[in-house]
């Protein structure tokens, strides 16, 4: 048998490689390309990771009666909608990421100190105090969120300077030149297209 040591250390690992992709999509661009947005609900690089931070803060504090250690907007009840999404122009890039690594190291802490067994209860899943929920619980959860996030920062890059993949570590992306590239999509709209019109 497994010991549950071995369990953790591959959640954690599974965590740690999506909070790294999401950092990665953001190497070499501009302050305005961090933050501007490239969908019509306003996602963002920069957004993304703040919002993450943010996740990782709540969920490995409250649920375990772990102190939050920041003003979190979650537990305020005049908080504006949306504001752990996006960057205000004066939260710089390099405080944003300081802040995803502070959280880092509570959440790291958090899984190291306590077993994967620990009850807690997270009091925004729902009415009467929340739900009951385990440590492992919570750690499956944040780590789904990271790695959905890191998948729309994968295409929020893409659309801000065509660069996809998980190129730090290697991409299953054929290596083709721009060409086939537009070939690859015309032919995808030409069998949308056809299927649509039946």
Do not use: C
Not at 21 to 28: F, Q, R, T
Not at 32 to 55: F, I, M, Q, S
Not at 130 to 153: M, N, P, Q, W, Y
Request: zero cysteines.
């Amino acid at each position: 048998m497994i010991a549950a040591h071995d369990f953790k250390a591959d959640l954690a690992d599974y965590l740690q490689e999506a909070r790294n992709l999401l950092l990665l999509k953001m190497d070499g661009l501009s302050e305005y390309d961090v933050r501007r947005p490239l969908t019509p609900t306003g996602t963002n690089l920069l957004g993304l990771v703040k919002h993450l931070a943010l996740v990782e803060i709540g969920y490995f504090s409250v649920p375990f009666g772990r102190p939050v250690g920041i003003a979190h907007p979650w537990f305020s009840d005049d908080a504006e909608d949306n504001v752990d999404m996006w960057a205000t122009a004066d939260e710089s890039r390099a405080d944003v990421v300081a802040g995803y690594r502070r959280a880092w190291a509570q959440t790291d802490g958090a899984v190291e100190e306590l077993p994967l067994d620990t009850v807690g209860r997270v009091p925004w899943w729902g009415p009467d105090g929340g739900a009951e929920v385990t440590l492992h619980r919570v750690l499956v959860h944040v780590i789904g969120e990271t790695h959905r996030h890191a998948g729309h920062a994968d295409i929020v890059r893409e659309l801000i300077d065509g660069s996809v993949g998980n190129q730090a570590v290697g991409d299953n992306l054929p290596d083709r030149d721009e060409a086939w590239w537009q070939a690859y999509r015309d032919r995808l709209e030409r069998a949308a297209r056809e299927a649509g019109g039946r």
